[in-house]
């Protein structure tokens, strides 16, 4: 079986600032790894027995295509880096020299310690980093709404008036998505997330990286903050497959003695099938988000 020498995140950052603490390192090429050796199989093994959970591993012939698409359906990966890390899968990764050892001289954590700590992260709802932040590679060269001359071709805004503070509202919005779902319809957003899978896009097994706390550029499901103004506004943009580019924003209004919350759909459609989208989904749209308004509203302490 193929061999791999797997290292924690904290690992890899601690020879990276190292490293660049030493100067004995500078203009260096240094391998690194873990402190286990192991095989892809004996990995899985460990992982299912840390969450008790007893799984068959069979040996199969390799058909990359097909068992990246299925891992893109049934896991949170995508499945072009499903592909790639399977075919990674041929390819040994272990240290051919621990030069680095002489350098900085720690060890590192085993495989079990580094999933643990990761686990433990995950429970206390204190995750810092998500491969989810990177992926799709080009966002950070997507379309902004703000970017769009003359504003999306089609908008759609619901609304109602609430006495309840715009504090207690921002806080409820905050928490959409992810485990907590979208508080009502939730198997209309989790139907959309299984078709954006099938046609290999990021469906909602991304979930999201905290349950309570959000910031600029984090995941929700099949989409991204883009924009967060603290107890005012909370602007989404689509990463689903679509015929356009699509964003949905969250606002609270003072009204007089009372808050205004608001939802809006943005569409900028990218040819005729765009706009006959627009208008095919818009009363599915209109049952969603007159519903998602008054949760939001219930829901806020």
């Not at 402190?35 to 199969?60: G, Q, T, V």
């Not at 580019?245 to 809006?264: N, P, T």
Request: hydrophobic share 40%; with cysteine.
């Amino acid at each position: 079986m193929t061999k791999c020498q797997p290292i924690g995140i904290r690992d890899v950052i601690k020879y990276l600032v190292g490293v660049l603490e030493t100067p004995q390192t500078a203009g260096g090429s240094f391998d690194i790894g873990g402190k286990d050796i192991l095989s892809y199989c004996e990995m899985l093994k460990i992982r299912a027995d840390m969450l008790n959970r007893k799984r068959l591993f069979i040996p199969f012939f390799s058909f990359m295509p097909l068992y990246s698409y299925i891992g893109g359906l049934i896991t949170p990966i995508p499945a072009p880096i499903t592909r790639s890390l399977m075919e990674g899968l041929k390819n040994e990764v272990i240290c051919q020299n621990n030069t680095i050892r002489r350098y900085l001289p720690f060890e590192p954590l085993s495989y079990k310690e580094a999933i643990i700590r990761a686990m433990d992260r995950e429970e206390q709802d204190r995750i810092h980093t998500r491969w989810s932040d990177a992926y799709p590679p080009a966002h950070e060269l997507a379309l902004k709404l703000g970017e769009i001359k003359g504003g999306p071709r089609y908008t759609n805004t619901y609304f109602m008036d609430t006495p309840k503070s715009a504090a207690s509202l921002f806080k409820c919005i905050c928490t959409i998505g992810g485990k907590g779902g979208w508080f009502s319809n939730n198997w209309v957003w989790r139907l959309r997330g299984i078709v954006d899978n099938i046609l290999m896009g990021v469906g909602t097994t991304r979930g999201r990286k905290s349950q309570t706390n959000l910031r600029m550029n984090d995941v929700i499901d099949y989409w991204r903050v883009e924009d967060l103004q603290k107890d005012a506004r909370l602007l989404l943009r689509a990463e689903m497959k679509l015929p356009g580019k699509a964003w949905l924003e969250f606002k609270i209004q003072d009204e007089g003695y009372k808050r205004r919350l608001s939802v809006v759909a943005y569409y900028q459609p990218r040819d005729v099938l765009g706009k006959v989208y627009w208008y095919a989904f818009l009363s599915c749209h209109t049952f969603l988000f007159n519903d998602l308004i008054k949760q939001i509203e219930k829901r806020a302490d």
